[in-house]
């Protein structure tokens, strides 16, 4: 076993995209599991959107000079706790580390099928896909032949919820992405019908074009403008889920949109809504 543990902290506060001179690999002498807990050698681990908010000054944010948190898989290799075993796989919320030491209760055990990679359980199988089928079936209730409007739509749980919603039998599938070869993926792999890059104009024009016909329900991850076009979009018994927004995620100055998605939100309230 290597003796040696690696741990990426954070050390200055980014203003817009992170870059490597924000953060530090801390090497240190592999931990030693006490009493009651064990030794997980991490396998994988997921680096999500929300991540960058909270390399922020905000409340529960990433501590400057202390390891990141984040989703991981990992294998125990110590144990000094009967409630974990030596070789198990499980999942836990000490990432950015190539070990961690957890206690029973922060761990959940990963079951294994045949021809599904551990990596599905930080995507489909995890928060990713459980966020993109509560929006859909849930928060939205998506029927059957109706048709869908989803916004940042090759991200993560954009692309989940385009899976998603074919199986669930949907009808006219559209979304939007940050890029046209973003846009043609989403035509190509990943189901939809149309797709748009949102840089190409006002997103309420790009959304008319792509659904002439409007759509009867709005999966929202970015808010602002596209939030907007949605609302306009959508028949007046339409549905919508809001799942996060990244439109402000890296640029704190754009972060204003938030007042349009209230705005927007007070017309809507007789929606099937939920935050």
Known sequence: MNETALTVHQTARPHGFPTAEHFAFVESALPEPPAGSALV?????????????????????????????????????????????EGEIVFHRRGWRTHAVVAPEEIRRLPRFDGVP????????GGTGLTAYVGLTRIARLQEGED?????????????????????????????AGSAAKADHLTREVGYDAAFDYHEGPPAELLRKAAPDGVDVFVDNVGGPQLAAAIGSCASSGASSGSGRSVS????????????TRTSWRRASAWRVSW
Do not use: C, K, Q
Request: glycine share 12%; net charge positive; charged share 20%.
């Open 41 to 85: 050698e991490n396998l994988y681990w997921s680096v999500d959107p929300y991540h960058r908010e909270m390399m922020d000054d905000v409340p529960d944010g990433f501590a400057l000079g202390a390891p990141l948190e984040g989703r991981a898989i990992g294998r125990v290799t110590a144990s000094r706790t009967p409630r974990l075993t």
């Open 118 to 125: 551990l990596t599905a359980y930080l995507s489909i199988l």
């Open 148 to 176: 869908l409007f989803v916004s940042a739509a090759a991200g993560g749980v954009g692309t989940a919820t385009g899976r998603f919603a074919r199986l669930l039998g949907a009808g006219r599938l559209v979304g939007s």
């Open 249 to 260: 995620t890296t640029t704190p100055a754009r972060r204003p949109h938030a007042s349009t």
